[in-house]
């Protein structure tokens, strides 16, 4: 518990973090928003007018602290340079739908993923083994974006099996999920293969071997707990991927979601839209990752354990370099 | 005894002809490993010939990649045009190739950049842990706290277009990633008995890291490296894609794509050939990686 609530105050200073880094990119981005919100032939009483109006008069400094005061106070993530509806609003209005998005893709890469490089690992060497690791090859080597095109090409303008723009029915969201999900699936094949090659050749499982233990029991309570900790890591990752991707593939689909706002705002040079994209998405990815890390102290003992003893390996004396002479 | 001990290890220090024959067959059995493995050296080929092809492109085509034609505009493949022409009556496979040459560029540098950083600061953390890892994971959870695509595409989208700016925006995600897989094979390789060992004998903490713990770390380091190439070329092709990373009429695969969107009804070869060589690429890069880890670590390969 204490655990988790260390985790929990971890996170504060992390998107404040992200929140300056972000801040500082846009600060510096070259454009000058004041003459793009006035647009062409404006004074030079116009223009400080507009700048102050903007808050953009101010220094570094002031615009940080009162960008981060009006975040944390008002959940105000600012004006859009173009758009009169605050951008918080709109980014509420689609959320739901990025969400929606990125769960089913995560849950379709665990679902599909986990199992297809257990089967992988434990029959290593053989056709199956061959055959799925060159799936997952084909498949990590397709960029979700040039797989969307490919389908729709395919499913949706020389098949019609598929509708490829918005998600008004179920039907819809086949090909936008399955397209964000599909390299997350490869590396989630890869990973697991990868770990359970290397968890079966530890000693521990040779001991359950030889204590007569069935090969089914020894995979799933020997072999599966100890690969989960980094597979674990890569649900976060496929998480981030899907986020990220959401931008290019929300685009492709029209699909009215973050991704698409931010992408219109990356080609307007509305920074403030683009800004507040990345904080919402490195927020969700935020508490992916507090998750994931309060899962891990579940799957790995160890972890927990580490976090509690910490002070007290601090105090143990160092060993000093002379000591063990005396020993020896 | 102790003196007997000190005595060898000052004699150790300077390297020996039998130190070196060690590592010498440590790398032809690396080597030995990895011709046995024949998708590695596909993935291998695959890369070599990638690098040919974009080095020696003046050679190998005789068109050039600006040369605008409006009568050739939007041609299929032919014997004069292997890939066709783009919008511009351009030579689409001369553009592949120099296209390469920009991707490939790009993605060498973001990689070298992100490994030495993430080396750097993942070693020393995993290493001394405490407050010093406390201090670097921080920071690098909060640079995790942001997908590395899309801190790629805002620091593109404030810095601009551009081969350097997005090699830049490409390593930032990277170090992360790579500093998180140093640390955490060094914090598994500080458990083991040879770093108590190395500790008890006195050798400094720089010496334990770069003669006991980095060589360990090397085989990921290296692998992950490979992918990463992949990666990057895959994310320069993302960006380019929207509009941000390299811009036209510079040749780039992703670039060329978005373009050949317009046309994707009617024209296929501007969205398939660039595709089929993003797709090979990363192909490659992720075989030869998977070859390179799987010869690096005989573990795996008993």
């Given amino acids: ?328 | 005894m102790l003196r007997h001990l000190v005595k060898e290890k000052k004699e150790s220090n300077p390297r020996t002809p039998e130190d070196m024959s060690v590592k010498k067959a440590l790398w032809q059995d690396v080597l030995a490993r990895f011709l046995k493995n024949k998708s590695g050296i596909v993935g291998f080929s695959i890369v070599v010939i990638m690098i040919l092809l974009i080095i020696f492109a003046p050679v190998i085509t005789r068109f050039d990649y600006d040369a605008q034609s409006f009568p050739d505009r939007l041609l299929y493949p032919s014997a004069l045009h292997p890939f066709g022409t783009d919008n511009f009556g351009r030579d689409l496979f001369t553009r592949m190739l120099y296209g390469g040459r920009i991707s490939f560029m790009i993605a060498f540098i973001a990689t070298l950049i992100s490994a030495a950083i993430g080396t750097v600061f993942g070693s020393v953390a995993g290493y001394f842990g405490g407050v010093i890892d406390m201090i670097i994971s921080r920071f690098l959870d909060i640079l995790m706290a942001i997908p590395s695509l899309l801190l790629a595409i805002a620091i593109s989208a404030a810095l601009g277009s551009g081969p350097i700016n997005t090699a830049l925006a490409l390593s930032i995600g990277g170090i992360a990633i790579s500093a998180r897989i140093i640390r955490a094979t060094v914090m598994a390789i500080k458990t083991n008995e040879y770093i108590e060992a190395a500790k008890a004998t006195g050798s400094r903490n720089l010496r334990i890291i770069r003669k006991h713990i980095l060589p360990n770390t090397f085989a990921p380091l290296l692998v992950n490296a490979t992918m990463s190439i992949g990666g990057s070329i895959m994310g320069i092709a993302g960006l380019s894609f929207i509009g941000l990373g390299v811009k036209p009429p510079t040749p780039e695969w992703g670039s060329i794509l978005n373009v050949g969107r317009e046309f994707i009804r009617d024209f296929w070869p501007m969205t398939v050939f660039p595709a089929l060589f993003i797709m090979l690429t990363i192909f490659g890069f992720n075989l030869f990686g998977d070859a390179l880890r799987d010869a690096l670590d005989p573990r795996l390969k008993d």
């Fill in chain 1, 1 to 328: 518990m204490l655990y988790i609530i260390k985790r929990l105050i971890m996170v504060i200073p992390i998107m404040i973090g992200v929140v300056i880094i972000v801040f500082t990119l846009t600060y510096f981005a070259p454009g000058d928003p004041v003459s793009v919100a006035l647009g062409e032939g404006y004074t030079q009483e116009e223009y400080d007018a507009q700048a102050e109006f903007m808050g953009l008069d101010k220094t570094y400094i002031e615009q940080l602290a009162s960008y981060l005061v009006h975040l944390i106070t008002k959940l105000d993530l600012g004006k859009s340079y173009f758009s009169n509806i605050p951008i918080e609003s709109e980014l509420m209005s689609r959320f739901p739908v990025s969400a929606m998005l990125g769960l089913f893709g995560i849950v379709l890469t665990v679902l599909i993923g986990i199992p297809l490089g257990i089967f992988s690992a434990i029959k290593q060497y053989t056709v199956l083994d061959y055959g799925l690791t060159a799936l997952a090859l084909v498949m990590a080597a397709i960029p979700g974006f040039v797989l969307a095109i490919l389908c729709i090409v395919l499913f949706g303008v020389r098949l019609r099996w598929l509708p490829i723009m918005g998600l008004e029915t179920p039907r819809h969201w086949i090909l936008p999920i399955a397209t964000s999900a599909f390299p997350g699936i490869a590396a989630m094949m890869r990973m697991t293969r990868t770990t359970m090659l290397e968890v079966i050749r530890q000693d521990y499982i040779t001991t359950a071997r030889s204590k007569g233990l069935k090969e089914n029991a020894i995979i799933v309570k020997h072999a599966l707990k100890n690969c989960l900790i980094p597979l674990v890591t890569i649900i976060g990752g496929s998480m981030a991927m899907v986020l990220a991707g959401s931008i290019i593939s929300e685009n492709i689909f029209s699909i009215r979601g973050i991704g698409t706002y931010m992408y219109g705002g990356i080609s307007s040079r509305d920074y403030p839209v683009v800004m507040a994209g990345v904080l919402v998405m490195a927020f969700v990815v935020c508490v992916v990752n507090l998750l994931v890390d309060i899962l891990y102290a579940f799957v790995d003992p160890r972890i927990k354990t580490i976090y509690g003893i910490r002070k007290n390996k601090r105090k143990k004396p160092a060993v000093m370099p002379g000591a063990e002479s005396e020993v020896v």
